[in-house]
Nanobody, 120 residues
Framework: QVQLVESGGGLVQPGGSLTLSCAAS????????MGWFRQAPGKQRELVAT???????NYADSVKGRFTVSRDNARNTVYLQMNNLKPEDTAVYYC??????????????WGQGAQVTVSP
C-alpha cells in the first residue's frame, strides 16, 4: 500500500507564510504527477497546484505569484510554499500522488489533509 503524510499546516496572520510538506511511502515504483488541492468549509475541493515528475508546474489563478510547488523525487516528497497568505486561503489542504507500484495498478493516492487558517 501507499501512504501520504502531510505536515506544516497551522494558524498564520494575513500576509504571512507557511510551507506544507507531503511525503509518500510504501510500495512505490515511480511517482508521476503530484499535487495540492484544498477544500474550504461549504465549498468543493479545488486544485491549488500540480507538478510533474519533470517539474512542469501548474497553478490555480488565485495562487499564482504567491504559492510555489516543488518536489524531491529522491524523497518522494512534494512541497507547497505559501507566501502572502490571505483569509480566503483558509482551507484543509490535501496532497495527492499518481503512483505506479512495483506490482499492481497505477493509482492516485491522497493525504489526510492539513488545516491552514489565515486570520488576524
Amino acid at each position: 500500500q501507499v501512504q501520504l503524510v502531510e505536515s506544516g499546516g497551522g494558524l498564520v496572520q494575513p500576509g504571512g507564510s507557511l510551507t506544507l510538506s507531503c511525503a509518500a511511502s510504501g510500495s512505490i515504483f515511480r511517482i508521476y504527477d503530484m499535487g495540492w488541492f484544498r477544500q474550504a468549509p461549504g465549498k468543493q475541493r479545488e486544485l491549488v497546484a500540480t507538478i510533474t515528475r519533470g517539474a512542469w508546474k501548474n497553478y490555480a489563478d488565485s495562487v499564482k505569484g504567491r504559492f510555489t510547488v516543488s518536489r524531491d523525487n529522491a524523497r518522494n516528497t512534494v512541497y507547497l510554499q505559501m507566501n502572502n497568505l490571505k483569509p480566503e486561503d483558509t482551507a484543509v489542504y490535501y496532497c495527492n500522488a499518481d503512483v505506479q507500484r512495483p506490482t499492481g495498478p497505477r493509482d492516485v493516492y491522497w493525504g489526510q489533509g492539513a488545516q491552514v487558517t489565515v486570520s488576524p
